[in-house]
């Protein structure tokens, strides 16, 4: 049996990421989808939101499961039986990280393999960042992320308008 790891932090899991897990699916017996607790990197969403996200967007895929992990992800990978990691890729600029982290992750762990998926061209310009971003504006976030990250997007962003308006100041863990 084959399982593969498929780390990352999913502030939050978009479309993307979706497309990129139901195609690593098809390709390994098992699939767990890692949900980074603490990166060095401030985050919008907590983690046990992230990974309630996560789990409700996969639900459809048999062979995924979602975790939370801290530490090193090759860790991880070990801790759960993982061969392999997967990661997506959008552009050049991926490359050039997703390049170095595997590079790294394979000096760190010679016993696991690196797999890298390119993106559908439909979400090819996608990211957390962005979604993040239209969400905040209250841009129209349909067709990129589902129905429960919108909304928990939604609730998200009003509650933080809510706070600002009543003067109440607001501690998110992007703070």
Not at 84 to 96: H, K, N, T, Y
Not at 100 to 116: G, H, R, Y
């Amino acid at each position: 049996m084959i399982r593969a790891l498929y780390p990352g932090t999913f502030d939050p899991i978009h479309n993307g990421h979706v497309d990129i897990a139901a195609r690593a699916a098809t390709l390994f017996d098992e699939l767990v989808i890692g949900i980074y607790d603490s990166p060095p990197k401030m985050l919008l969403l907590d983690t046990a939101l992230r990974v309630a996200l996560a789990k409700g967007a996969l639900a459809h895929l048999a062979n995924v499961r979602v975790l939370p992990y801290q530490g090193l992800t090759v860790a991880f990978a070990r801790e759960i039986g993982a061969s392999v990691m997967v990661r997506g890729l959008r552009a050049i600029s991926d490359f050039e990280f997703e390049f170095q982290m595997a590079l790294t992750n394979k000096k760190l762990a010679p016993d696991i393999e690196f797999v890298s998926l390119m993106t559908s061209l439909e979400y090819a310009y996608l990211s957390s960042t962005i979604l993040k971003e239209i969400a905040a504006l209250r841009g129209d976030i349909s067709g990129l992320a589902p129905l429960a990250v919108q909304t928990a997007l939604q609730a998200h962003f009003d509650e933080l308008g809510h706070a600002a308006r009543h003067g109440v100041p607001m501690v998110s863990s992007r703070d």
